[in-house]
């Protein structure tokens, strides 16, 4: 690894100042008022071509007025100025040469309040949308998002499903979550709690790849979630201010900060969130011993109550070395402390006796950590989108989970029980990128690179007793051990793109080497794992006519085993239900083809879908008796599993004050877990959908609805329930539209919930889990900015 870290960093510090050295031109000039003729700071430049949309260069004026515009090939050029309050101002063309380097352009601006918007490509964002590859939702359109979590908004997603316990689904199956596109530490083994403190305010999008090209790395039966974070581009001093306070004494805020003076941009974020979660777990059980028939019942009641409080924050730097070459460095950090206190009340019994009737009380301390750091640089060719880019990514994760259990007993009457657990658990992460770009012409593009991912989990258990007869704390060898992880992906990819006519089409192939071990450190064992897969990708669109679209994409995908999935020794959080990883799980290997059909006009769209699934070594959680009193639960693969499927995304905005979304999903899906001794094989259908309402109110305040339903979901063993849950939220506009105050309301009616019924020869289950989960939140929310309203040029060329 140093020599990959040795090479990685020359590049990106010796081969942009290698590329700098080119003898393109410069264009500069004054801006005045032309009126008063004083200097004009923070005005807008942009340069570009004749006949095209594509910006060439922007800069924006200093304090005396001046730009200048660095680094500009040969070749015919104008250049547009635009300021708040003045009319745009559009020169003749000029023309770059080896005869004339240097051009000089200074621009007087007319005042008076010309609109704007011939030449601003801008308008209110649809909360939905979609492109070739993905469906995008815009969290800016979405008032909930300003005092909740990323975890509440990603429930608002389409096809996005969120468990009682802030667990992420995608078409009811596993889905890799990144953020900005990149895989992120914060999203690995304790990603439903990291989303449950991540603030929703510092989101601009959410994207839902259900097919991804071969650009993404192929982890998740469902596809990928990608989180994108803010970064205002805007010139001179830019951020958002947001503050809130909820019900039983919830508070939140955070700060999005932006300053850029053209050449370098300096952009920076944190946020503080207390949190409170108050959980009740139902489990009652009834077991059958397989020798001698004996029935026993077991009656779990939970009360789980834990205060939360979490930093986020982060800082970084873009410096454009040249109008071509851009270099950065980000670094971010997490920070999240929690005391809870469980109480459970646990009887077992038979049909003529009480055998045990007892408290176990629990007080748990944890505080996990996260630092990343990431350097780039990117060099842009003469072409417009010809690019390569080199970037580096080191992450570093502690976490310390320190538990204290003690047993009360009120039958049979014996002294307390008390027994400790210190679970120290460290994740290392680098990832290093190498990404080209090159648009071969107008209709086609290749992308292509290398992706190495190097990961290192190391999970250390410590556990411990209280022996009464020699009155002190003894090691529990039963419930100590250690166990490392060790996962290195190689990857090299490339996709063809090709816009022809009304077909359009990206062609991709991911070849990745995967070199894993197991170290059982406590017994001394070794299980290695070493594979090579090829990862086809395809994306197909026709244009049937103007604003009708129809869409057929396949990927073969991966889902990897995490490291809790692959440690054999068991973590005894309940005594009584032990949970244990497989370290001989073998990956889940998905083929995934989805069909899909557009349409819109500027009051409706409708995007019908249909898709099937097909996995191989999927993984399931097996529950089965240890012995008369415990139970253990381990996953295993299954042989295979069938899923087909049909979803729907309708938008309807008849006005600029009422839009209406509704995202219904039906989900068959058949199981077939002969190998692991189940001869049916078991099917079910389910579905899903998310209704979303806005409306602005006549006297200026907005209101907006969301309402999630999930029908009953298929295990091996078993079923979920149904569940529901309804949020609201008011938002009113206040200091000229700069500001805004809100009220938000989640799940209206307490009917969030998570019920499993699992049914087995000899064993019977039922599980209701239930939270907190109604929350008041009172925010405010205040935009501030040098240039105010300033509106930038803007032309969207994402497909």
């Known amino acids: ?110 005042g008076g309040m010309k609109n704007l918007d011939e030449v601003t490509v801008a308008s209110k964002k649809p909360l939905y949308s979609n492109s070739i590859d993905r469906k995008v939702y815009d969290v800016s359109q979405d008032m909930l998002a300003k005092s909740g979590s990323a975890s509440e908004v990603l429930a608002n997603v389409p096809l996005v499903q969120v468990d009682v316990d802030g667990n992420i689904s995608l078409r009811n199956s596993t889905a890799t979550i990144l953020i ?104 009652n059980r009834v077991q059958t011993d397989p020798l001698t028939q004996a029935v026993r019942y077991y009656n779990d009641f939970a009360t789980q109550q834990s205060r939360p409080f979490s930093n986020i924050g ?42 045990q009737d007892y408290d176990r009380k629990r007080e748990n301390f944890e505080q996990e950590k996260n630092f990343d750091a990431t350097i780039y640089a990117e060099h842009g060719f003469k072409k417009n989108g010809h690019k390569l880019r080199l970037e580096f990514n080191t992450a570093h994760s502690p976490e310390v989970e320190d538990n204290h259990y003690t047993n009360l007993f009120r039958y049979p009457a014996v002294a307390n029980q008390l027994d400790n657990t210190l679970i120290k658990q460290t994740a290392d992460q680098q990832h290093a990128a190498v990404t080209y770009e090159n648009p071969l012409t107008e209709n086609s593009k290749i992308e292509a690179g290398y992706d190495g ?21 003894l090691t529990d060898f039963n419930k100590t051990n250690r166990f490392i992880y060790n996962e290195n992906i190689h990857a090299l990819y490339g996709t063809y793109a090709l816009d022809v006519n009304k077909i359009g089409m990206m062609l991709g192939l991911r070849g990745e080497y995967a070199d894993v071990s197991s170290k059982l450190i406590t017994t001394g064992a070794v299980v290695p794992n070493h594979y090579f897969k090829l990862y086809p990708t395809l994306h197909f669109i026709y244009k049937v006519a103007k604003n009708k679209e129809l869409q057929l994409n396949y990927s073969r995908r991966v889902r990897r085993p995490e490291a809790d999935e692959l440690n ?29 059909y557009q349409w819109s006009n500027d009051h409706f769209s409708i995007l019908p879908g249909i898709y ?51 995202i219904p999903n039906v989900f068959y899906n058949q199981i077939d877990a002969s190998n692991l001794g189940y001869s049916n094989k078991k099917s079910t259908v389910t579905w899903s959908a998310n209704i979303n309402g806005s409306y602005a109110l006549p006297w200026g305040t907005a209101i907006q609805l969301n309402s999630v339903y999930k029908s009953a979901r298929l295990t091996p063993q078993g079923k979920y329930l149904p569940s529901y849950v309804l949020n609201i939220g008011l ?3 206040v200091l000229k539209k700069k500001g805004s105050v809100y009220l938000t309301v989640s799940d209206l009616f307490k009917s969030q919930r998570q019920v499993a019924e699992l049914q087995s020869p000899l064993l019977l289950q039922n599980i209701n889990q239930r939270s907190n989960s109604r929350i008041f939140y009172l925010g405010f929310s205040y935009n501030f900015g040098m240039v105010k309203k300033k509106k930038d040029l803007q032309f969207d060329n994402s497909q």
Do not use: C, W
């Open 1 to 110: 690894m140093p020599k990959i870290y040795t090479l990685l960093l020359s590049f990106i510090f010796f081969v942009p100042q290698i590329l700098f050295a080119q003898n393109n031109g410069v264009v500069t000039g004054k801006i005045v008022d032309g009126s008063s003729s004083k200097a004009m700071e923070f005005v807008n430049i942009v340069l570009m071509k004749p006949g095209s949309t594509d910006v060439i260069s922007r800069e924006v004026s200093d304090a005396k007025g001046n730009y200048k515009l660095n680094n500009v090939p040969d070749g015919t050029y104008f250049i547009i100025a635009s300021f708040i309050g003045y009319q745009n101002f559009k020169t003749a063309n000029f023309t770059l040469s080896a005869a004339n380097k240097k051009i000089i352009q200074d621009i007087k601006l007319d």
């Open 180 to 283: 900005n596109g990149k895989v992120s530490p914060l999203m690995g083994a304790n990603a439903a709690a990291a989303l449950q403190q991540f603030p929703a305010n510092s989101i601009e999008k959410i994207e839902v790849i259900t097919n991804p090209s071969a650009k993404y790395r192929p982890d998740g039966t469902g596809g990928i979630i990608n989180i994108v974070l803010k970064k205002n581009a805007k010139r001179g001093l830019n951020g958002t201010l947001t503050g809130n306070m909820g019900n039983r004494e919830r508070y939140n805020a955070g700060a999005n900060v932006n300053y850029n003076i053209g050449k370098i941009n300096i952009y920076g974020n944190y946020s503080l969130k207390q949190d409170d979660r108050l959980r009740t777990n139902t489990n």
């Open 314 to 355: 982060g800082i970084g730097i873009d410096y454009n070395l040249t109008d071509k070459i851009t270099m950065g460095a980000s670094g971010n950090f997490y920070l999240r402390n929690m005391h809870k206190h469980d109480m459970t009340t646990k009887m077992i019994r038979t049909a003529s006796s009480l055998e």
């Open 453 to 473: 991912q190097y990961n290192k989990e190391d999970l250390d258990f410590y556990g411990e007793a209280f022996n009464q007869a020699q009155q002190r704390f």
């Open 568 to 596: 054999p020794f068991a973590e005894y959080a309940d005594p009584t239900n032990v949970r244990v990883g497989n370290p001989y799980l073998l990956p889940e290997i998905i083929h995934s083809v989805e069909l899909g």
């Open 612 to 662: 099937y699934r097909y996995t191989y070594n999927r993984f399931t959680a097996i529950t089965t008796p240890l012995n008369d009193s415990v139970l253990v639960t381990r996953q295993q693969n299954l042989s295979n599993d069938r899923a087909f499927g049909a979803d729907v995304m309708l938008t309807i905005h008849p006005s600029d004050k009422l839009s209406f979304n509704l």
């Open 731 to 733: 938002r009113e506009e």
